[in-house]
């Protein structure tokens, strides 16, 4: 079956950076578009970033652009999240999510999900 495990969260200062972590297996990986969602407890999940199957094609959420950056290596089923200049509102739990569609990985509307790292920003 798929798995996707996320790690590298942590509690963090503001300004400070973190680099996520997924790793996955039971599926073609290079075959799959990988996403990055956040959320925050009593809040629906949200988008962050997406990188296509190919890695040349990526795409983030405008709060995170120039501050988060999506990348992957296909030889280790891995897909990163870097995340730079953190900030308070960042705080959330981060999943890493997978899919063959574009469309339904930008939407959040895939079935596979990771489990989730959590991510504390302090001011």
């Known amino acids: 079956q798929v798995q996707l495990v996320e790690s590298g969260g942590g509690l963090v200062q503001a300004g400070d950076s973190l680099r996520l972590s997924c790793v996955a297996s039971g599926l073609s990986f290079s075959d799959y578009n990988m996403g990055w969602f956040r959320q925050v407890p009593g809040k629906d999940r949200e988008f962050v970033a997406a990188i296509d199957w190919s890695g040349y094609n990526s795409y983030s959420e405008a709060s995170v652009t120039g501050r988060f950056f999506v990348s992957r290596d296909n030889a280790k089923n891995m897909v990163y999240l870097q995340m730079n200049s953190l900030k308070p509102e960042d705080t959330a739990v981060y999943y890493c999510?997978?899919?063959?569609?574009?469309?339904?990985?930008?939407?959040?509307?895939?079935?596979?999900w990771g489990q989730g790292t959590r991510v504390s920003v302090s001011s």
């Open positions: 999510a997978a899919d063959s569609n574009w469309g339904q990985l930008m939407a959040g509307v895939t079935d596979y």
